[in-house]
């Protein structure tokens, strides 16, 4: 079975930086468009950042652009999201998640992905 495992939420100060990792196992990892998802309680899920299966080409929400960096390690089954410059806006569960759909334009739903993983909590404080 496929398993997303999250890791590196905390809580930090604003202006501060984090590092998310997720551990992938039980699929193709390169065959797949990994995302970042991030969810407040009471909202829905929203988009953050996602990149394609060599990690050559990422795509960013309009609210953490230029703040927030996805990468990944295909060798390693991960994929990791680089938060600086972080805002208490940006306190969520943050969740990592895959999808074998190669539609660019879907990459930003969370329909789109077939695996999820837990979540982690990140939480910016004031």
């Known amino acids: 079975q496929v398993h997303l495992v999250e890791s590196g939420g905390g809580l930090v100060q604003a202006a501060g930086s984090l590092r998310l990792s997720c551990a992938a196992s039980?699929?193709?990892?390169?065959?797949?468009?990994m995302g970042w998802f991030r969810q407040v309680p009471g909202k829905e899920r929203e988009f953050v950042a996602t990149?394609?299966?060599?990690?050559?080409?990422?795509y960013y929400a309009d609210s953490v652009k230029g703040r927030f960096t996805i990468s990944r390690e295909n060798a390693k089954n991960t994929v990791y999201l680089q938060m600086n410059s972080l805002k208490p806006e940006d306190t969520a569960v943050y969740y990592c998640a895959a999808t074998s759909e190669y539609r660019l334009s879907y990459w930003t739903r969370v329909g789109a992905y077939e695996y999820w993983g837990q979540g982690t909590q990140v939480t910016v404080s004031s």
């Open positions: 990149l394609t299966r060599n990690g050559g080409t990422t």
């Open positions: 039980g699929l193709t990892f390169s065959r797949y468009v």
